[in-house]
């Protein structure tokens, strides 16, 4: 079961000991994504609608890097620092999706990256 590690430079590089995704089996598992524009190194964070659709442009990122993009997506998870961010959130996260939507989990935690508002990570199927 060979890894292959997928790393882009229109995705932010790692801020730790991980790699953007890691593809097995036809599956690839892209790590968290938080609004870190990847060509500037600085944080998108001016609104919750640019922060977010700045971590769903890495995502996309990282997805074109493996071949993939979001059609492919069959799981995702959403990290919110808090509950009442939810609304604007999955309003502008479903415009990456037409129909089959993936199985998907949100939760409010502590804290984030960065004191960032939105983590998003990915799981998505050749």
């Given amino acids: 079961m060979p890894k292959i590690i997928i790393n882009t430079p229109d995705a932010p590089a790692p801020i730790g000991p991980y790699n953007q995704a890691v593809k097995v089996n036809g599956m690839l598992f892209v790590s968290g ?31 074109k890097a493996a ?7 069959v799981k995702t998870t959403i990290f919110l620092s808090d509950m009442s961010l939810f609304g604007e959130v999955n309003e502008i996260y479903a415009t ?23 983590e998003i990570s990915v799981v ?3």
């Fill in 33 to 63: 994504q938080i609004a870190i524009d990847p060509a500037s190194g600085t944080m998108r964070t001016e609104t919750l609608a640019d922060e977010t659709r700045q971590v769903l442009r890495n995502l996309e990122a990282v997805l």
């Fill in 67 to 73: 071949g993939m993009d979001f059609s492919h997506v």
């Fill in 96 to 118: 990456c999706f037409s129909g089959d939507f993936p199985a998907r989990e949100t939760v409010a935690v502590k804290g984030l990256p960065r004191n960032v508002n939105v």
């Fill in 124 to 126: 998505a199927a050749e």
